[in-house]
């Protein structure tokens, strides 16, 4: 006869099979479906249960039976929680895009709830940019105008500069923010100018670092915004205000006044700039070449 402690086990891992199964399906079920928080919570479901052995873990797992990367399961997981903390408020927007939550799930319940009906009252679209803003105001207090705009200089661009000035730190950055200039070891600039200050009509002094703002190429009714920068820096200089200044320029040939930047020491990057953001990914402007100058 078979011993009660064996037939108990069979029965546990019988269980245990069919609701892998029934899991399972609701996965293939619902994979581009829109109803990620069902994918969502199943997942979890085989992660907290240890359903995957014997695979080594959720991840390998996912990827074999779900051709899921190791991103994709980590919001999964990450998103399944943070759907049930918002739909507990019933006076709150239901997320329909797993993007757009998958940023709030290091902060507790009422946090994820408040944030997200800041994103919902804002007037702004909802879209995981919006929402990473949002979670940066909550925990820095910074705001961003336009998240479009947050293109932030490589470490290594940075890295290199400094070591030509001869300084661990720039003594300015007239077109920065806290957020961009905590991002580096001993920060970009010992003092930075933001956009609401406006660096253009403040004073600069030693040794700038500068990368315009991504808006630099709209036109304005005074021209090229880019190039009020640049001829800001050069007037400056030969006046002697500044030590020197590194500009970090998008090419344009095509305009005249882009002809006086080759005037001064410039290297121009043979690959694209893999720029960081505040959502944390990397972005790449494919239709434009950027040079650095040295005045």
Known sequence: MEPMSSKRKWDEEDIEKSRLMELEAIIHEHLGSGKFFLVA????????????????????????????????????????????????????PIPVNISHIRSLHKFPAEVRRYIWKQVCDSGQNITEENVVAMTIKYETGVAFTNLNNELYTPKNIIIAAKQVIGKNCFDLDPASCDFANNLHVNKIAKVIINEQTDGLKQTWFGDVWLHPPNHSDKISKNGNFQEKWFKSAQERFNRHE????????????????????????????????????????????QDSSYMLIYM
């Open 242 to 285: 500044i030590n020197s200044c590194f500009l970090l320029l998008k090419t344009d040939f095509g305009k005249n006044w882009f002809m006086d930047t080759l005037k001064y020491p410039y290297c121009i990057f043979n690959k694209k700039i893999p720029f960081a953001t505040p959502t944390g990914r990397e972005k790449i402007i």
């Open 41 to 92: 919570a199943a997942l979890r479901e085989i992660d907290e249960c240890h359903l995957y052995k014997p695979e080594k873990s959720i991840y390998t797992y996912a990827k074999n039976k779900f051709m899921f990367s190791r991103r994709t399961t980590n919001t999964y997981l990450c998103s399944a929680s943070v759907y049930e903390s918002i739909v507990e408020d019933n006076t709150l």
